[in-house]
């Protein structure tokens, strides 16, 4: 017959073992405290990221009139006074998981001018917005490996806005992990290709299965002088 002794070591020997059987894994563990963190932790924190995305915007309106690279045409640039956007929102900036495929597929992604580039399925994101959730997929191009650009990953979408508020085409985020498996994404970053300035760029389509029904009211909207 075991003494209570005996007993408590058992017991306690099963806690250990029950507890080093659940223990999760530290790369889990890292992906859940940071989408555990919130994105702004104060008002401050929130007014810094608005008045910040106010000097990008501003900063891009002087490049695409000044620069040598803007895609804007010549005859343009004299009635140009700036790109149109949404009022920022902070209800569309979040962060969440990248599901990366383990085995990601080569695919063809259709451009404005007809021919294809390649790029990798690199995964996807899921968010949920008014009760409901959506998912877009991440994309890398093959052309991009080993530079700097590989970094980004390339999330083209078509939304409910396509071809009233915004360019009838879709828009572009191009967002970086945070940590492995952790991204940013902020719609208020959304940005249109370069051919909505001018038809002489190639610019990728989204393809199908990044077309949501929800209107995307962040970000960039279409181009008018």
Known sequence: MKTPVAYSLTISLLVILFISGCSEDPKEQAIREKLETPIFSSLTEEQEYVDSLQGVRHFKDEWMLESRDSPLKE???ERFSGLNYFPVDLQYVFRTRLHKYEDPEIITIGTTTGDDREAIRYGYIEFTIYEDTYRLHAYKFTAHQGTDLDQYIFIPFKDATSGSQTYSGGRYMDVQEEIPGVVV????DAYNPYC???EAYSCPIPPRENHIDI????????FKL
């Open 215 to 222: 209107a995307i009211e962040a970000g960039e909207k279409d």
């Open 75 to 77: 005859e343009d640039r």
């Open 196 to 198: 909505v300035y001018n």
């Open 185 to 188: 994404v902020d719609f208020n």
